[in-house]
């Protein structure tokens, strides 16, 4: 019920602005046809790209306020329905509708590490994640010039025989994944390492600074 009600105010106040601006444009439309199909047809893109950003703004708050997080090195029993797993569970529903409703757009660019910024990731400067499978932003600790390439599997916490499990993830400066990599819980990487695409990274795997690694499970290349 939490959840439900939080996301029907988040997508409210998202939506008002944009709610709002059609309200004002249907009741002043010119009065040539093709003025108001231009004047409609225009306004669909940015209005669009308006509530993206403020669903972005507004999830990060919601979960920020009511303090959903997924708590770092935990194990959890689902069938327990224990409070953290109950908040990492809400945490996580919010982060996958932003995902769906903004994330196609913004990936891969500063908003929307602003965005892991705001729903609690730690990330150095220049920072690029192009890809919507990252998650557990609480739970990710990036240097400097970490780049996480389309597709790549990166995340804070695992589902193994009925429990969850947790663990932060933490890449150096200058690290870089490749295409479609997988990197399990706990992995921490050097500065400068390089993970090849489509490589597996085991959880709590230790990655040496300025080396290549690349297969499944990874193996270091000399």
């Known amino acids: ?3 439900l009600v939080v996301q029907v105010v988040v997508f409210g106040l998202s939506l008002m602005p944009v709610a709002a601006y059609w309200s004002w444009l249907l009741t002043h439309q010119p009065a040539q046809p093709a003025l108001r199909l231009l004047a ?26 009511a303090g959903w997080r997924t708590a770092p090195d935990q194990e959890w029993a689902i069938a327990d329905l224990e409070w953290g797993l109950l908040d990492w569970g809400r945490y996580m529903v919010a982060i996958h509708l932003v995902r769906l409703c903004a994330g196609a757009v913004f990936r891969g660019s500063p ?35 970490v780049v ?3 597709d790549v599997h990166l995340s804070g916490h695992t589902v193994e025989a009925g429990f969850v499990k947790t663990g932060a993830v933490r890449l150096g400066a200058g690290v870089t994944v490749g295409l479609g990599a997988v990197v399990g819980i706990g992995v921490e ?32 290349i000399e």
Request: aromatic share 8%.
């Open 148 to 150: 996480i390439g389309a």
């Open 189 to 220: 990487a050097g500065t400068g390492c390089q993970i090849g695409a489509l490589s597996l990274v085991p959880k709590h795997t230790r990655l040496e600074a300025r080396a290549v690694y690349a297969g499944i499970p990874v193996k270091r």
């Open 40 to 65: 409609i047809s225009a306004s669909l893109a940015p209005s669009y790209i308006a509530f993206a950003l403020l669903l972005m703004a507004a999830s990060a708050l919601a979960t920020r306020l």
């Open 1 to 3: 019920m939490s959840l």
């Open 111 to 145: 908003l929307w590490t602003t965005y892991l910024r705001w729903s609690g990731a730690r990330l150095g400067r220049r920072v690029y994640v192009n890809s919507l499978s990252v998650s557990d932003p609480c739970l990710l600790d990036f240097g400097d010039d």
